[in-house]
């Protein structure tokens, strides 16, 4: 453990990665600047680089070395700065209650045409398209329906939350990790894309015009995109406008709609 780095000082450059956790419009430029983001707690830092993604470094309190041993065994080369909880807590805003965080290499996007068609794999055929989300527990929670129910990949379109958040990633239970995913952009221009790859776009819709998720489950296209749209308004016009079928789930009850993760896991579900 001869690389480990004990800091005291919090405003010690090297912590520049973990400053402000909780900031997220401050976080959201300085993670795309340095091209990173974190990971907290040993299960998902495991699970971060289990999936390959690269540590740039390591941020912990002496009491969680045992736990990450092994992970950082094998990444000799990547600092561990060992500072106190209440240091970390200036640091970060917060008290970081699973006591481990990483910095980890965010990897390049891939095209969402190569996302889709891997050379000498099975076509992706069910995809999820998040648009313009804003939470980022709904992201993360909608990854994690996603991986539990056998979508193949998830597109977000330009101004959607961050997959990689902390939240995000968090709520995901790491599944943005194993999800292949890339930001498809510009949208609702993409949707072209998807329709010349085979796809029938389903714009998942409380509007007019809609056929249920029955009969959507019922038609079982090969290949199918599921559009779900921002927790405020619902999909834009401009892509309702361009969808080849509206798609609703019916409720009861008076609701208006549901959570955009729960109408994410009912229609996973119903398309498996
Ligand atoms: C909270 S809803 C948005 C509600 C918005 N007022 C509307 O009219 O669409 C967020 C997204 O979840 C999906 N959604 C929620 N309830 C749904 C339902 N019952 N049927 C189909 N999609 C639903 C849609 O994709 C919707 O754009």
Redesign the pocket.
Same mark, same amino acid.
């Given at each position: 453990m001869s690389r480990e780095v004990i800091i005291t000082d919090p405003a010690d450059d090297r912590l520049g990665d973990y400053v402000a956790l909780r900031e997220s419009s401050l976080r959201r430029s300085l993670e795309a600047e340095r091209g990173l983001f974190i990971a907290e707690g040993e299960k998902v830092i495991r699970r971060a680089v289990e999936s390959g993604h690269a540590p740039r470094s390591f941020l912990l309190a002496r009491r969680w070395l045992p736990g990450l041993a092994d992970v950082l065994d094998r990444h000799l080369d990547v600092p561990v700065y060992v500072v106190t909880e209440e240091l970390a807590e200036r640091v970060t805003g917060f008290h970081v209650h699973r006591g481990a965080l990483a910095s980890m290499h965010r990897a390049v996007a891939p095209a969402p045409a190569d996302l889709l068609d891997v050379p000498g794999r099975t076509p992706r055929s069910r995809i999820a398209v998040l &648009?313009d989300l804003v939470d980022h527990a709904n992201v993360g929670a909608c990854f994690r329906s996603a991986a539990a129910l056998g979508v193949d990949a998830v597109l977000v379109t330009p101004n959607c939350a961050d997959p990689l958040y902390r939240r995000s990633i968090k709520v995901s239970m790491g599944s943005v990790f194993h999800v292949p995913w890339t930001r498809v952009d510009p949208w609702p221009a993409g949707a072209r894309l998807l329709r010349e790859a085979g796809y029938v776009v389903a !714009?998942? /819709? %409380? #509007?007019e015009g +809609?056929i249920t %998720?029955d009969e959507l489950a019922a038609r079982n296209p090969p290949r199918l995109a599921l *559009?779900?749209? /921002? &927790? !405020?308004? #619902? %999909?834009a016009a401009s892509t309702d406008r361009l969808v080849d079928l509206r *798609? /609703?789930?019916?409720?009861m009850g008076g609701v208006?709609? %549901?959570? *955009?993760a729960? +109408?994410?896991a *009912? +229609?996973f579900y119903a398309t498996r």
């Open positions: &648009e !714009g998942m /819709t %409380l #509007g +809609a %998720l *559009v779900f749209g /921002t &927790e !405020g308004h #619902g %999909l *798609v /609703t789930i019916p409720m208006d709609s %549901l959570n *955009v729960a +109408a994410s *009912v +229609a």
